[in-house]
T-cell receptor, first 115, second 111 residues
Framework: DADVTQTPRNRITKTGKRIMLECSQT?????MYWYRQDPGLGLRLIYY???????NKGEISDGYSVSRQAQAKFSLSLESAIPNQTALYFC??????????????FGDGTRLSIL | AQSVSQHNHHVILSEAASLELGCNYS??????LFWYVQYPGQHLQLLLK??????LVKGIKGFEAEFIKSKFSFNLRKPSVQWSDTAEYFC?????????FGKGNQVVVIP
């Protein structure tokens, strides 16, 4: 079983719809992240959470919201989807990092297309 | 905030050729450095990381990277690539608890 699970894996929807992407992890990590990946732009951080009740904006948070329902779950919502939010979305986790050298572990991604 | 630059977004080379991907970053404080690989249709996987000690880091699958502090660089190398190394490679820099990614290098290895 995957350590970081994203659902759905693929989603096609229409402009204006509300969408929720789910992420759950079995690694027991404190920290969770949402990124979007666009061709030629790499990964950009949307939101991150260092613990339950801790939510922080990343570099491109406009148009998105998140919820950290439990240590193992971190969901990303698009309240009113628009076509330029079409992208590949990745959830990632990392452990509490005293030395700040811990890598992030990624899910398999959710390919989202907004028409 | 830190930023990461990767050059030559598309690289095409033949099997057995040597590969070097450049990564430069800008951040004034202590950094930790990573290279991730994304094979077609898959998620990102860690290739190697540097946080202290020997600036020449060995990773999986024959990859290595050298941290040169004076040049703010962390270039990735592999002496002899294989077709299975076809992937996208991302350099990432962590500073101040934030991880910043470069735009990636799309590497295609021709058999």
């Amino acid at each position: 079983d995957a350590d970081v699970t994203q659902t759905p894996r693929n989603r096609i929807t229409k402009t204006g719809k509300r969408i929720m992407l789910e992420c759950s992890q079995t690694k027991g990590h404190d920290r969770m992240y949402w990124y979007r990946q666009d061709p030629g732009l790499g990964l950009r951080l949307i939101y991150y959470s260092f613990d339950v009740k801790d939510i922080n904006k990343g570099e491109i948070s406009d148009g998105y919201s998140v919820s950290r329902q439990a240590q193992a779950k971190f969901s990303l919502s698009l309240e009113s989807a628009i076509p330029n939010q079409t992208a590949l979305y990745f959830c990632a986790t990392s452990d509490f990092e005293q030395a700040s050298n811990q890598p992030q572990h990624f899910g398999d991604g959710t390919r989202l297309s907004i028409l | 905030a830190q930023s990461v630059s990767q050059h030559n977004h598309h690289v095409i080379l033949s099997e057995a050729a040597s590969l070097e991907l450049g990564c430069n970053y800008s951040y004034g404080g202590t950094v930790n450095l990573f290279w991730y690989v994304q094979y077609p249709g898959q998620h990102l996987q860690l290739l190697l990381k540097y946080f202290s000690g020997d600036p020449l880091v060995k990773g999986i699958k024959g990859f290595e990277a050298e941290f040169i502090k004076s040049k703010f660089s962390f270039n990735l190398r592999k002496p002899s690539v294989q077709w299975s190394d076809t992937a996208e490679y991302f350099c990432a820099v962590k500073g101040n608890n934030r991880l910043a990614f470069g735009k990636g290098n799309q590497v295609v290895v021709i058999p």
